[in-house]
């Protein structure tokens, strides 16, 4: 799996060195249109990930108190409400 997140991790790494002022319009804006599917289908495996993690409730192995704290806390971001 971690294969997997290596991919899509160069793939971004790569998205993040186009250079957006060389770009036509339309070459932008079928770049943004392909980049909000795939946004879409990834938040879709990020959902149903999130879902059999919590159903596990595999956040809890290290004595965490929820899953939102154990996010929170391994992402670096601010809870949720």
Do not use: F, N, Y
Not at 11 to 38: F, K, N, P, R, W
Not at 47 to 69: C, N, P
């Amino acid at each position: 799996m971690e294969c997997l997140v290596s991919h899509l991790r160069e793939a971004v790494d790569d998205l993040q060195l186009i250079d957006v002022d060389g770009l036509c319009d339309e070459d932008l804006s079928g770049l943004l249109v392909d980049l909000h599917t795939q946004s879409a289908r990834l938040d879709a495996v990020r959902v149903e990930l999130t879902g059999a993690w919590d159903a596990r409730r595999a956040w809890s192995t290290d004595g965490a108190k929820s899953a939102a704290a154990w996010l929170a806390h391994r992402t670096h971001q601010p809870r949720g409400p």
